[in-house]
């Protein structure tokens, strides 16, 4: 059992999809995080442990290395490729309500900016730590952002903006939310921001990289 979860976690760390896969090039012709998953499931270990064990350790590995530059954006969507191949087999637990998320997280880049690369990869790396993402897309106006947290109650909500031109529809959606919900924890992000600007705009936490997002919600659920 042990050895099928470290398998898992390394295909996912080196972004190893499914057997048809031809990447990383040292696993070739390997079984990936689609079937090793299925077979784990197949073999009676639960969806949480899988999760828990071996999907959670290797999303974590990759955001520490494409922090410290170790690797760089194509290597995380791979490994964030090979994680959803595994979701896959594991979301439908999730949704029967068989096993428990550790919350919800409401993903979006803000109105007039359609840049979404890096909400995709903090999406991903967030799904990946346990939580159910809501990814509302891009150009997401305010509105859309108001009846996600209606309907998602007590969820966390991260904005995303590529461009200084969208920084202020960012600032603006903040300074309502926060209005109409003070107790949500929101977090903001993109290439312009800073945190100096997330204070100043009275969101609750910025960072430069996914992981630091991850990490961030730990210590609130």
Not at 7 to 32: H, L, R
Not at 65 to 70: L, P
Not at 110 to 121: A, E, F, M, P, Y
Not at 156 to 162: C, D, E, Q, T, W
């Amino acid at each position: 059992m042990t050895e099928l979860l470290e398998k898992i976690s390394s295909c996912v760390e080196y972004g190893k999809v499914d057997i048809n896969s031809p990447y990383p090039p040292a696993m070739k012709g390997q079984e990936g995080a689609f079937e090793l998953t299925r077979q784990a499931l197949d073999a009676g270990i639960n969806p949480g442990e899988i999760l828990e064990e071996a999907l959670i350790p290797a999303m974590s590995r990759v955001g520490q290395k494409f922090s410290r530059n170790e690797i760089f954006v194509p290597q995380m969507l791979m490994a964030a490729k090979a994680m959803n191949s595994s979701m896959i087999h594991i979301r439908p637990y999730y949704l029967s309500g068989q096993t428990k998320r550790r919350g919800t997280f409401i993903i979006g880049t803000v109105t007039g900016d359609l840049h979404d690369i890096g909400k995709n990869l903090v999406a991903m790396m967030i799904e990946g730590a346990g939580w159910e993402v809501l990814d509302l897309g891009v150009d997401v106006s305010t509105e859309k952002y108001i009846l996600a947290a209606e309907e998602n109650p007590g969820a966390v909500i991260g904005l995303s903006a590529l461009l200084t031109t969208t920084m202020e529809n960012m600032r603006k959606t903040v300074a309502i939310l926060k209005e109409k919900f003070p107790e949500t924890k929101i977090l903001v992000g993109g290439a312009p921001v800073t945190a100096e600007f997330c204070e100043r705009i009275k969101a609750d936490f910025y960072s430069p990289d996914p992981q630091g997002a991850v990490d961030y919600l730990k210590t609130i659920a």
